[in-house]
């Protein structure tokens, strides 16, 4: 058998990252230093800190200026954004680990701690409650038995609640088990109280990792329902059935896949920073961003697929409501923030990802991904400004465009301070559950070793499965 | 004087990679011929660079240029009203149009990876079945026949099993 | 679990090249019955084209039945291929290796027989000339650009294409091999194919750079075929369930189910008939079973939006479809069977690792997707098309008649037949990916347990 060498220096003409070649070293500079503090972590804090009260100050304005569902457009924007955004991060965990990437691991938690977003989501959602028309005579999916409108009860507001406490629940509990391994490690490093108490007495156990990692695959899987499955109330809820007529199947779908472009492009975004000013240097190489990078490209393919399909359906149709809709979202009024997305989440990853050396680079990909983060939210506000914007979402067909909606002071606060308020909130967490999985990282540092293979040397890749 | 060549055959991977190497020490250009692909450099070989890249884009090019050409040119050919339908209509030309540079892309990139693998070859030249068939490694030197007579003596010293002159 | 084998290059060549060098009895057997099959096809094909599309069930308003279902069916069936050797190609996945040129060949002979319908389905199929070539033929008429039914000769000629030259491409070093192996006039054959192929770095290097790149180039392709099948319906605005913005995603996402299924279903068949137990092992039904569960539930998410959405505007004349496709007959047996067959049946199945390592069980639950599958498109589309007017005296059954059902056999017959010469003169399982397997095979000492690992370059 070969003994497990030192990971050394290069190979061909330019050097390589090596991750760290013992457990021990892994704990030693993940768990390790845990507790001690981050460069100006003190006034990241205050920053968010200040940028959500702004938030809070603009929801004030918000209600205080009162109006009809038409004046909460940017608000349902600023929700929608962060559902699919923090609601679609923790996927990219689920996804990978179920292809058995290897290259996932230093992306794990980072993705995973998006999770506590889905809290903010919950309660935001709360406002909202009271402005949301009734579905009686409007177009909804909430039918039992014939055509009756107003039910299940409660509909939809209920349900869509329950949807976000679904997703909220879901991502935390998923957060919560993959970080149960973490948590026991800090706790033996003396962390007591709330990290003791979800450790759960983890001792490492044969019989643990076992039900760990069977909870780990239930636990994904069904957040991956739990997200997915409710995009469809959701982007049905706050989206479509604010028009009368449009009838749109691909919708949910393309709002879920949305969502997971601009989660996977938050993860490298947060991974970019932890590696340059983070002093995860370590563990987060090219290969993290190359591996997102060609998921991105897949995904921003995918994005343009269903913008075409649902495009074209209406296009050939050339049905009235479908050619309102068609002005609505795309040509008419919020046509700038529609060319604006496509770009962005669209023409500049494929044709920057296309170049090879720009997809096998570190900046590449981060600026790629700001760039999606960028036309995600345009795209969120095109399309819940848009849409709520309607003033009478009653009725079976569209028939008048109504003018834009501008962007107020009370909704640029509100955009600010909720996205301020879902950092600040991330980043207690992310210091809270550790940045890193140092538990995946370890496994990593036996099932991945560089040996020299004929005259060259290549990576030998442990497939446990 | 004619430049002529050597083949070494190997029945270890680690037999041809030594000798590879002791090629490369002693300055000696060799090609490695295998019944299987093998990761690059493992044999200690040099490969030169390909421009493989070039070739889907510019099939993309032309099978966009034609694609473009062929719907806009039917379209105008007849300029008959369908659906209500613009006569110069864009989504369908898009498809077809997507279609014909993929189309291209593909053709491009075939004709260009037979083309950098220097395919086709009417004449095998220095080759042995044994390399498909059984596994074996050729190491292959051409150059000046003052040149061969060290290199079949560097080939014999690190195993090979046989040598090969043409 | 992996159970890998050490194989040499002697082995595997004489254990994958059999099938082309000799020739069992049952091959003749099966090529007899398989072309007696084909030709009663054809010979129904031929009564179709001289007697009239009226030999076949179809009347107003049902003009679309068994050849268009089965046309989507077998469009469904190509994106096995693409699905299966460009994705798992791309992620560098090793389980890939044994299935991939089986799921390439059934790509192309799948979507050639596809193409064969519509052909036949027009009644006179050289009449097609003149709708999708682009020349007036002295008429000045030239195709209709702005129909679907035109840019699905573009997309299937694309993309056949495309499948066929990667088929060819990838052959290059197993077709050296055969020249290598063969004498007489099979050696001078093979040797014409193989190009001069000799095995160089360079070579190997613009192999696998081809395998990725035509993959990166192909995925689109695919993805666009059956999108453009499925605007065959979604563009028409005029029958109930099928203007619907999923259609594209849907037949795309119910293609990939499908044709995976069907790739199942020639691996087991080639593991049982050639007797690849090295080759094909029970590792290779677990992964790809745990890809089908991913894939079959993608699937009903969309089958769920489509059915969902469909009620959403509680249009009349949609409900009155959606209620004829749950609750009349023949529909509604057909839809429970739909259900069971595609998903509910062979999912719940998979979710257990003693079946998705069961090469009898993973092989008849494929079949039965397949089955469910093709009654998918069936209720897309007849369905649809009986309640096309809102004129309840308009509203019919449709009943196959015997020649729609023989040239629907037939095509089954057709595949299995092109698959069954193909492995008579290449080989089925990509030899130099079998030795390559070999190459990269590595294992990491962990404590007391061997871990099975493989060889990337760095």
């Known amino acids: ?465 | 004087m004619a430049e002529r060549g050597v083949l070494g055959l190997f029945t270890s991977a680690e037999a041809a990679a030594s000798a590879g190497a002791a090629l490369r020490e002693a300055g000696v250009e060799f090609e490695v011929l295998t019944g299987s692909p093998y990761p690059e450099g493992a044999f200690g070989e040099h490969t030169p660079p390909h421009r493989l890249y070039v070739f889907p884009l510019v099939g993309a090019l032309c099978g966009f240029s034609v694609a473009i050409l062929l719907t806009a040119g039917t379209q105008l050919a007849y300029p008959l009203v369908t659906g209500g339908k613009p006569v110069l209509s864009i989504p369908p030309m898009a498809i077809i149009t997507y279609e014909g540079t993929m189309l291209g892309a593909i053709l491009f990139t075939v004709l260009g990876v037979l083309f950098e693998s220097r395919l086709p070859r009417p004449l095998l030249g220095l080759y042995d079945k044994r390399i498909t068939l059984e596994g074996w490694i050729g190491i292959l030197v051409r150059g000046e026949e003052g040149l061969l007579g060290p290199v079949e003596r560097i080939l014999r010293e690190h195993g090979a099993v046989e040598i090969k002159r043409g | ?458």
């Not at chain 1, 940028?51 to 009162?66: P, S």
């Not at chain 1, 002005?327 to 920057?352: E, K, T």
């Not at chain 3, 290059?9 to 090529?31: E, H």
């Not at chain 3, 007036?136 to 209709?144: A, E, K, L, T, V």
């Open chain 1, 1 to 465: 058998m070969h003994p497990l060498p030192r990971s050394t220096t290069t190979t061909r003409d330019h050097p390589v990252e090596e991750y760290p070649t013992s457990p021990r070293e892994v704990a030693e500079d993940i768990v390790g230093r845990a507790e001690a503090p981050w460069p100006r972590w003190r006034w990241l804090v205050l920053a968010l800190g200040a940028l959500f009260l702004l938030g809070v100050v603009g929801l004030a304005l918000r209600v205080g200026q009162g109006g009809d569902h038409t004046r909460w457009g940017y608000y349902a924007a600023l929700l929608g954004f962060l559902y699919t955004v923090a609601g679609g991060a923790p996927i990219v965990s689920v996804a990978t680990r179920m292809a058995k990437a290897h290259w996932r691991r230093p992306l794990a938690r980072i993705a995973e701690v998006y999770a506590v977003v889905g809290v903010l989501t919950l309660l935001l959602f709360i406002p909202l409650m009271g402005v949301i028309p009734p579905a009686e005579g409007r177009n909804t999916i909430w039918i039992v038995g014939g055509v009756r409108q107003g039910w299940p009860p409660g509909a939809p507001v209920a349900y869509d609640l329950l949807t976000l406490v679904m997703v909220a629940l879901g991502g935390l509990a998923l957060l919560w088990i993959a970080a149960i391994p973490d948590l026991a490690a800090l706790r033996d490093r003396g962390r007591g109280g709330l990290t003791a108490l979800l450790s759960l007495g983890w001792r490492g156990t044969l019989r643990q990792w076992q039900v760990h990692r069977a909870a780990l695959g239930v636990a994904g899987g069904l957040y991956f329902i739990a997200y997915v499955g409710g995009c469809i109330p959701f982007a049905s809820d706050l989206v479509l059935s604010f028009v009368p007529g449009w009838k749109d199947s691909i919708f949910p779908a393309y709002y879920a896949l949305s969502g997971l472009q601009a989660g996977l492009a938050a993860v490298v975004v947060t991974a970019f920073f932890l590696r340059t000013v983070g002093g995860y240097r370590r563990y987060i190489h090219v290969d993290q961003f190359w591996g997102a990078a060609k998921l991105l490209l897949a995904l921003s393919l995918l994005w343009a697929y269903f913008h075409w399909s649902a495009f074209l359906t209406f296009w050939y149709g050339r049905t009235p409501t479908g050619q309102n809709l068609q002005v609505l979202l795309y040509f008419g009024p919020y046509r700038p923030l529609f060319i604006a997305s496509l770009f962005l989440n669209w023409l500049i990853p494929l044709f920057a990802f296309l170049i090879g050396p720009v997809r096998r680079s570190v900046l590449g990909p981060t600026l790629v991904s700001f760039s999606i983060l960028v036309g995600a939210l345009l795209d969120r506000i095109r399309l819940h400004v848009a849409t709520w914007s309607v003033p009478d979402p009653r009725g079976h067909t569209f028939e008048a465009v109504p003018p834009p909606v501008p962007l107020g002071v009370a909704d640029g606060l509100l955009l600010v301070g909720g996205i301020g308020g879902a950092l600040l909130l991330y980043v207690l967490a992310l210091r809270f559950f550790l940045p890193m999985s140092a538990w995946e990282m370890k496994e990593l540092t036996y099932l991945r070793v560089v040996r020299p293979f004929l005259k060259t040397r290549a990576v030998v890749l442990g497939k446990p499965e």
């Open chain 3, 1 to 458: 679990m992996q159970e890998r084998r050490d194989l040499s290059d002697r082995q595997i060549n004489r254990d994958l090249l059999w099938p082309v060098l000799y020739t069992p009895l049952w091959f003749w057997v099966a090529v007899l019955a398989l072309g007696l099959v084909v030709s009663a096809g054809a010979g129904a094909a031929a009564w179709w084209m001289n007697k009239g599309p009226g030999v076949a069930g179809l009347n107003r308003p049902i003009m679309w039945g068994h050849l268009i279902v089965t046309f989507v069916f077998w469009v469904g069936i190509s994106h096995a291929g693409v699905m299966l050797s460009a994705i798992l190609r791309l992620t560098q996945a090793e389980w890939r290796r044994p299935m991939v040129r089986a799921a390439e060949v059934l790509t192309v002979f799948s979507l050639a027989t596809a193409a064969l319908f519509p052909l036949l389905h027009s009644g006179r199929p050289w009449r097609t000339l003149y709708w999708v070539f682009p020349y007036d033929f002295s008429r000045g008429i030239w195709p209709n650009v702005r129909s679907p039914l035109v840019w699905d000769p573009s997309a299937i000629f694309t993309y056949l294409t495309g499948s066929a030259l990667f088929v060819f491409v990838t052959l290059l070093p197993d077709l050296a091999a055969l020249r290598d192996r063969t004498t007489g006039i099979p050696h001078r054959i093979y040797s014409l194919l193989a190009l001069g192929w000799r095995g160089t770095p360079r070579q190997w290097r613009l192999q696998a750079l081809a395998g990725i790149l035509l993959s990166a180039l192909i995925l689109p392709v695919f993805v666009s075929v059956h999108s453009i099948v499925s605007w065959d319906f979604g563009m028409a605005v005029s029958v109930e369930g099928w203007h619907a913005t999923v259609f594209a995603p849907y037949f795309v996402i119910g293609a990939v189910h499908s044709g995976v299924a069907a790739v199942v279903t020639l691996m087991a068949l080639m593991r049982w008939l050639f007797r690849w137990e090295d080759y094909i092992r029970s590792e290779h039904f677990d992964a790809i079973g745990r890809l089908l569960i991913v894939v079959a539930t993608a699937w009903f998410f969309f089958f769920a939006l489509e059915f969902l959405f469909g009620l959403y505007l509680r249009e009349p004349q949609e409900v009155a479809l959606r209620q004829a496709q749950v609750f009349e007959w023949p529909y509604n047996l057909l839809m429970i069977l739909f259900l069971l067959t595609a998903y509910f049946i062979p999912v719940p199945l998979w979710l257990f690792r003693k079946v998705r390592r069961n090469v009898a069980l993973m092989f008849w639950t494929s079949v039965l997707v397949n089955v469910g599958m093709w009654l998918e498109r069936f209720l897309i589309i007849v369905p649809g098309l009986a309640r096309k007017q809102i004129f309840t005296f308009e509203w019919s059954v449709y009943r196959p008649s015997p020649i729609e059902i023989l040239m629907v056999t037939a095509s089954f017959a057709l595949v299995a037949l092109g698959i069954l010469v193909f492995a008579k003169v290449f080989p089925l399982v990509p030899v130099n990916e079998a030795k390559e397997g070999q190459v990269l095979k590595a294992e990491i000492r962990v404590g007391r347990r061997t871990v099975p690992a493989i060889v990337r370059e760095q």
